[in-house]
């Protein structure tokens, strides 16, 4: 029992770093293998996994990591990406836990995908459920106060998806206030999810000031994993007001960006540069950037001097193939609409001026 119980530990943890800092693809696969050991040892709910958290509570905080994970590959259908949900809020109810977040983990399915009507549906229904907290999670991973505020940045992307910005404003006035007078660690984290999910709000809907804020305070965290760190995100909202900055993050990311392998990660990495080579025409007035690269890079010439209109076209385009895939999985058009509306603003510095009076144009 001891092997099993060392094995599926190192399995767990290696669940959750190939998520949060390598390749998601991992994470799908070995938490198959963790599922189907874990049903075949039903002792392993008896006891205590580790001196300060049982099997149950390390197993459902790995299987949100994979329930993020699965929906990040096109190739993975949508039905079964739902089939995983509802073995998750079948094994989370049956081990005595509150029935919110099973509804949390579909909304983000419908979030992500662009089922905006079944979220909705779903909302509904959510909003009404108090979260429950009782003897079983108050000392684990599952605690009060790390599922009180994780369920937070979902509720803020259901009122950006919704163009509520103020209602998902006061969430984060919230959850700042709160890291603040409280200093509860893990509040940091979940502040900076919602910081990330702005980022991109912003982005897609040209609010290029706003979006460098964010960028700044995200780039000097304490942080390094994918979700907060996302490198083409910072580069694009920085096109016009630290143009430089987003140049040198180019030079030094952008064949870690050609040798990504998360499907999702690789769409929202070259719309965001497509949105910034779109933009830095007229940031910089000029058709050509001269950067240094190595021989690998996709346009090199001797020179060092490309046109910004190719690279555009190069990102864009890549980006467009992508979107296909994902939108003929979910059913929707919601991944080609999010590259058009960011293209489409990408260009516009007007924009800052539409977003100071207060206005909320696009979605997420």
Known sequence: ?????????????????????????????????????????????????????????????????????????????????????SDFGRRWTAYGYDSKEPYRMELELCLETGSIKEAAALWEKYIKIPAIYNSQNKNGYLCKNTKLYSYLPTEIKYYLANNQLQKAKKILDRIQETHFTAGIGHVYSVQQRARRIFLEYYIINGNYEEAAEISYILEHSNYDEKEFISWASFMCSYVYTRTGRGLRIYRNHWEEWENEKNPQYRYYIFKNAACFFKALKKARNTNTIKIRTG?????????????????????????????????????????????ETSISNAGKKEMQKQWKTNTTPGSL
Not at 312 to 334: H, L, P, V
């Open 295 to 339: 021989n690998t890079f996709p346009f090199y010439n001797e020179d060092k001097i490309y046109d910004t209109g190719i690279l555009y076209s190069y990102y864009y385009k890549k980006a467009a193939e992508i979107a296909k895939k994902f939108d003929q999985r979910n059913g929707t058009d919601c991944y080609i609409k999010r590259l």
């Open 1 to 85: 029992m001891d092997d099993i119980r060392h094995m599926l530990l190192s399995m767990l943890e290696l669940c959750e770093e190939a998520a949060w800092y390598s390749d998601k693809a991992d994470t799908v696969k070995v938490f198959k293998e963790i599922l189907a050991i874990s049903d075949s040892h039903p002792e392993l709910e008896t006891g205590e996994f580790t001196s300060y958290a049982s099997w149950k509570d390390f197993m459902l905080w790995t299987y949100e990591t994979f329930l993020d994970a699965v929906k990040s590959f096109y190739n993975i259908p949508l039905e079964e990406c739902k089939s995983y949900i």
